[in-house]
T-cell receptor, first 113, second 116 residues
Framework: GENVEQHPSTLSVQEGDSAVIKCTYS??????FPWYKQELGKRPQLIID?????GEKKDQRIAVTLNKTAKHFSLHITETQPEDSAVYFC????????????FGKGTHLIIQP | GAVVSQHPSRVICKSGTSVKIECRSL??????MFWYRQFPKKSLMLMAT?????????EQGVEKDKFLINHASLTLSTLTVTSAHPEDSSFYIC????????????FGPGTRLTVL
């Protein structure tokens, strides 16, 4: 089955700086890679996703890059703000939407004012 | 659109009792629903995948007789934790998808189960 590794487990950055979270996956058949933001006790919120036919996707301050050859994908948050503080999870999924997601272990992002 | 609800949001029960958690898609028909479990400060782990009208597919290590899943309609899936024990205490989250959602899963708000 799929195995997703996520690093770092904790990331502290100064407000306004950029944050980068990296994930690797093991199953070359995976073709959908979402990123979620989760606040304590809440549901995961999809913040951005990328599919295997695309190498990069951007939405305002958030971007995701995907390297299929190396089987890794990264989340980039620029101009970080205090409200970006949360736990972020990457995930991978294969198939046409009928499969469950395999999540990374999460990154606790702390934005220092 | 694509709203998923869960009920109850929080439940406390005694060891040995069974607890049923409902997951509903409110504004779409969910061809597939998923159940995840999340322990404190841990990641989400997929427990099972269910399709309407058929038996759920359980992940390795998840006991199907302990975690009963019923996907009775295109808008409702239920997870019953049978003979609950303290180690079953966790945050249970469902998600739902539909074919034209292009793989995106829509998550419910989660159910906090505490077994005393």
């Amino acid at each position: 089955g799929e195995n997703v590794e996520q690093h770092p487990s904790t990331l502290s950055v100064q407000e306004g700086d950029s944050a980068v979270i990296k994930c690797t996956y093991s199953d070359s058949a995976s073709n959908y890679f979402p990123w979620y933001k989760q606040e304590l006790g809440k549901r995961p919120q999809l913040i951005i996703d990328i599919r295997s036919n695309v190498g990069e996707k951007k939405d305002q301050r958030i971007a995701v890059t995907l390297n299929k050859t190396a089987k890794h994908f990264s989340l980039h948050i620029t101009e970080t703000q205090p409200e970006d503080s949360a736990v972020y999870f990457c995930a991978a999924m294969e198939g046409g939407g009928a499969d469950g997601l395999t999540f990374g272990k999460g990154t606790h992002l702390i934005i220092q004012p | 659109g694509a709203v998923v609800s869960q009920h109850p949001s929080r439940v406390i029960c005694k060891s040995g009792t069974s607890v049923k958690i409902e997951c509903r898609s409110l504004d779409f028909q969910a061809t597939t629903m998923f159940w995840y479990r999340q322990f404190p400060k841990k990641s989400l782990m997929l427990m099972a995948t269910s399709n309407e009208g058929s038996k759920a597919t359980y992940e390795q290590g998840v006991e199907k007789d302990k975690f009963l899943i019923n996907h009775a309609s295109l808008t409702l899936s239920t997870l019953t934790v049978t003979s609950a024990h303290p180690e079953d205490s966790s945050f249970y989250i469902c998600s739902a998808s539909y074919p034209i959602a292009h793989n995106e899963q829509f998550f419910g708000p989660g159910t906090r189960l505490t077994v005393l």
